[in-house]
């Protein structure tokens, strides 16, 4: 193997995707392979982290695994990888950290015949492979806390918005309504009482659209026809 090759790679390799699809590239070489993809496994799903075909220019192509329960050995089953494109060879080599599979790497297609000797001619790519599923696994679970942090500051902020605002904001409207009926007010102080409730009603048809909305999205609003 060209360990200049893979060491270059390593060193600059920084979980940006031109260098996920430099070493499916890479890997390509080493099995004669046409097209293939790398996986990540969570929670039983197949993530497609990369995918590349020499024999189609077409970004959209879509790939999955059809693996119900977890491989631990080998395959060579092309009823597991299903793809838009024809794949007449695969080789699926589960990857692996203490017995627990992080992913899958597939490669299809080969101009030869995939063989087992073929994974200890590319194990060092497969370690490279490892790597860029940790740090996969890692942004995974790190776009899970941020979302279930964001939603509980979405909530928090509607559930103030409705109780620290809006009830205040009727008491102003209520205030200002019956101050608007004093007879002791000069001109000047009823334009200046209708401009207090005129701006209060406003400011609380915004709350109340910003709580309907967010209502909507929850799937939490009833229509009525």
Known sequence: ME???VVTL???FVNKNENIQELLQLIFDFTNSRAGALFLQKDMKHINIAHLNLDSKDSNQEVKLNIVN?????SFDTNLYKTTYPVSSVMIIPIRETNINMG???LANTTTKYEEEMVDTIAPLISISQMILKNQKLIQEAK???QTETEHSKDLFLANMSHEIRTPM???LGMASILSQSSELSERDRQHTKLLKLSAEGLL???NDVLDLSKLE???MDFQL
């Open 70 to 74: 977890s491989l631990e050995n080998l």
């Open 144 to 146: 899970e806390v941020y």
């Open 170 to 172: 009727n008491g102003v």
């Open 218 to 220: 929850a799937g939490h």
């Open 104 to 106: 899958y790497l597939c």
């Open 10 to 12: 390593l060193n600059s």
């Open 3 to 5: 360990n200049e090759k």
């Open 205 to 207: 048809a915004i709350i």
